[in-house]
């Protein structure tokens, strides 16, 4: 069993920042991949910045030069630094993240909401 616990969500102005964390406890041995999607009001969740367990990232090109995945795969955590945030960013970010202990298994935690005010 793998629990990720998601923080770091709140109101900000168009312009600020954020930053996410989250941290995996459990079965922690198996992942090859941590990262956050969003998902916003009547759509699907979207990958929206991804770390792998040797140090590569992905990023969503509408992110790209503005949110930063960084942390520490040995330790089952990472961060999320979102700058320059716009109001369309505005969406409930989850953690994720892929175990392989048997099988390919994706994870999710509970979620935090992001809202970016004009």
């Known amino acids: 069993q793998l629990q990720l616990a998601d923080s770091g969500g709140g109101l900000v102005q168009a312009g600020g920042f954020l930053r996410l964390a989250c941290v995996a406890s459990?079965?922690?041995?198996?992942?090859?991949?941590m990262g956050w999607h969003r998902q916003f009001p009547g759509k699907e969740r979207e990958l929206t910045a991804l770390?792998?367990?040797?140090?590569?990232?992905i990023n969503l090109d509408s992110v790209q030069g503005r949110f930063t995945i960084a942390g520490d795969m040995a330790k089952s955590t990472v961060y999320l630094q979102m700058n320059s945030l716009k109001p369309e960013d505005t969406a409930v970010y989850y953690c994720y993240a892929e175990t392989i202990c048997v099988s390919r298994v994706e994870h999710w935690g509970r979620g935090t909401q992001v809202t970016v005010s004009t």
């Open positions: 770390m792998t367990s040797d140090d590569s990232t």
């Open positions: 459990g079965d922690t041995y198996c992942i090859p991949a």
